[in-house]
T-cell receptor, first 115, second 114 residues
Framework: QKEVEQNSGPLSVPEGAIASLNCTYS??????FFWYRQYSGKSPELIMS????GDKEDGRFTAQLNKASQYVSLLIRDSQPSDSATYLC???????????????FGKGTKLSVKP | KAGVTQTPRYLIKTRGQQVTLSCSPI?????VSWYQQTPGQGLQFLFE???????NKGNFPGRFSGRQFSNSRSEMNVSTLELGDSALYLC?????????????FGEGSWLTVV
């Protein structure tokens, strides 16, 4: 069983729509969860981090975490063509000051926002 | 505030050679991790250093090594390069926010082994 699973896509949405990206993980001991955006040929850029159950909103982005279901999602409202990228979900068993531990990444979901 | 800085950005090496990559974390960050990204395997954890000590290590052969200096700057070394080592090597630094660690990546070093 893969540790972090994401639908590889591509996920295609029209401009202005809501894009919904999903991620499941296998380690129940996971403590911290991240969404990164990666444009082709570039490095991952942190979009959201979430550590407790529920929703966390930042601008057009909302991360949702459900530890009981081992599920984390990212919603992108009012999607723009510039949001077209690969979105990587990452989970970490560590969550304490100092050591960042090691992130386990999914393979990513490719999002395409059509004008 | 400067981000995570990696050098060199691009390099080409020959099989059997060795390579050293450098990473300067965000000022104040003491934890540095290294990752390898390839199209087939995705992003994979290599190792983490915190206060000059290796805290975690991924499942890579001993040809991959690293170290961290007292100023938190880190280097990773790959000896006896193989074609399969061609990849994007990413450095990440992190800081404790009170709720959790926030982890940022540098722009990466693109390594091509020929």
């Amino acid at each position: 069983q893969k540790e972090v699973e994401q639908n590889s896509g591509p996920l295609s949405v029209p401009e202005g729509a809501i894009a919904s990206l999903n991620c499941t993980y296998s380690d129940r001991g996971s403590q911290s969860f991240f969404w990164y955006r990666q444009y082709s040929g570039k490095s991952p850029e942190l979009i959201m981090s979430i550590y407790s159950n529920g929703d966390k909103e930042d601008g057009r982005f909302t991360a949702q975490l459900n530890k009981a279901s081992q599920y984390v999602s990212l919603l992108i409202r009012d999607s723009q063509p510039s949001d077209s990228a690969t979105y990587l979900c990452a989970v970490n068993r560590e969550n304490y000051g100092g050591s960042q531990g090691n992130l386990i990444f999914g393979k990513g979901t490719k999002l395409s926002v059509k004008p | 505030k400067a981000g995570v800085t990696q050098t060199p950005r691009y390099l080409i090496k020959t099989r059997g050679q060795q390579v050293t990559l450098s990473c300067s974390p965000i000022s104040g960050h003491r934890s540095v991790s290294w990752y390898q990204q390839t199209p087939g395997q995705g992003l994979q954890f290599l190792f983490e250093y915190f206060s000059e000590t290796q805290r975690n290590k991924g499942n890579f052969p001993g040809r991959f090594s690293g170290r961290q200096f007292s100023n938190s700057r880190s280097e990773m070394n790959v000896s006896t390069l193989e074609l399969g080592d061609s990849a994007l090597y990413l450095c990440a630094s992190s800081a404790w926010t009170g709720a959790g660690n926030t982890i940022y990546f540098g722009e990466g070093s693109w390594l091509t082994v020929v």
